[in-house]
């Protein structure tokens, strides 16, 4: 038996030893692509509109996307580990409301926030406990939580939208960090989580386990590395984003609306796709996650700038989720 399981072992090393340069995080090539495009995206938008190119515009594009980016930073290494989380934006519109219920309870405006991602996180724990204790499908599971955590959003306002004028909470959503022609401060946030996200990826084991559990679970588990535990983390750290994104949005309008985040989930799913991440798992990059949700946003500002309707705006997202996919399908192909 020791014979083997030794044999085995060597054949999960071999597996795992195939995707050095996906274990390190660094798809360089993929993300220079994302970045060519951007600039020739930006190229096109300045020469048909003399308001895109400007500082006010840009920082705007930032601080809009900031809470479509922590989703999706969040989304990025879970999808990498082989899961998958619908309800992050469910999470998102809930937060907000638990966060308007406290506080008309009062409890001071922080301490909610604090609880209202903490809820963000047992959510996710939930999700991972579900999908990896039971073996669930985590599109089944995810898309189920989304239904429940929308309905009871739904149910505890009435629909209605609460109101959270609160001048020290709502700089969470529209300050700026060097006065008012500043970096916007959901921009930093947004920044600092992808920041975080990348050093882990990089530089830790956990980050090393994130590409093992998803390029290979079955190696990975001969090995000895923790696939069921590292996706359960993901889940969490997914629902705290969906949480924080959240807040910030509750904060960026003065109210929290349950259903003002949900429409915004296939935006998410588009970016990380978008950016490199692979639907079936071991493969993507943060960066160029980022660079998707960058042009997402740019896409979206340059039309609004254009007059574009709204409607053909949606159906300019859907193509590019059409377009996100393919080519995941492509480079799927293209390695076999």
């Known amino acids: 038996m020791s014979e083997i399981q030794s044999t085995r072992q060597a054949t999960a090393v071999q597996e795992l030893g195939r995707r050095p340069k996906d274990l390190l995080g660094r798809p360089w090539a993929g993300v220079a692509m994302l970045l060519v495009f951007y600039l020739i995206l930006i190229g096109v938008f300045t020469a048909l509109t003399p308001f895109f190119l400007t500082v006010?515009?840009?920082?705007s594009i930032g601080s809009n996307m900031a809470f479509i980016g922590l989703m999706a930073a969040a989304g990025t290494p879970l999808i990498i580990a082989g899961g998958l989380d619908l309800s992050v934006a469910a999470v998102?519109?809930?937060s907000g409301v638990i966060v308007a219920m406290c506080y008309a309870a009062g409890i001071d405006i922080w301490l909610a926030c604090l609880i209202a991602i903490a809820a963000g996180g047992l959510i996710g724990?939930?999700?991972g406990a579900l999908t990896n204790g039971?073996?669930?499908?985590?599109?089944i599971v995810t898309l189920g939580t989304m239904s429940i955590i929308t309905g009871l959003s739904l149910v505890l306002t009435g629909g209605l939208t609460q109101p959270l004028m609160i001048e020290g909470f709502n700089w969470i959503g529209s300050g700026r960090i060097g006065g008012?022609?500043?970096?916007?401060v959901p921009l930093v946030i947004m920044l600092v989580a992808f920041l975080l996200i990348w050093w882990v990826m990089a530089f830790t084991p956990f980050g090393r386990y994130i590409y093992a559990a998803g390029g290979n679970p079955e190696a990975s588990r001969m090995l000895g590395i923790p696939v069921d535990r590292t996706q359960v983390v993901l889940y969490v750290v997914s629902g705290i984003s969906g949480a924080l994104a959240g807040v910030i949005v509750a904060a960026m309008l003065g109210a929290a609306a349950p259903d003002s985040v949900g429409r915004h989930l296939l935006t998410v799913i588009a970016a990380i796709i978008l950016g490199g991440t692979s639907l079936f798992g071991g493969r993507g990059s943060v960066w160029g996650t980022l660079l998707a949700v960058l042009i997402l946003g740019t896409l979206n500002n340059?039309?609004?700038?254009?007059?574009?309707?709204s409607f053909w705006q949606d159906v300019t997202k859907g193509v590019v989720l059409l377009l996100a996919v393919s080519l995941d399908q492509l480079r799927v192909?293209?390695?076999g």
């Open 56 to 59: 006010k515009n840009l920082l």
């Open 92 to 94: 998102a519109g809930i």
């Open 125 to 127: 724990a939930g999700n």
């Open 134 to 139: 039971l073996r669930l499908n985590p599109f």
């Open 180 to 184: 008012s022609r500043g970096i916007p």
């Open 302 to 309: 340059g039309l609004t700038l254009l007059n574009v309707s």
């Open 333 to 335: 192909r293209s390695q």
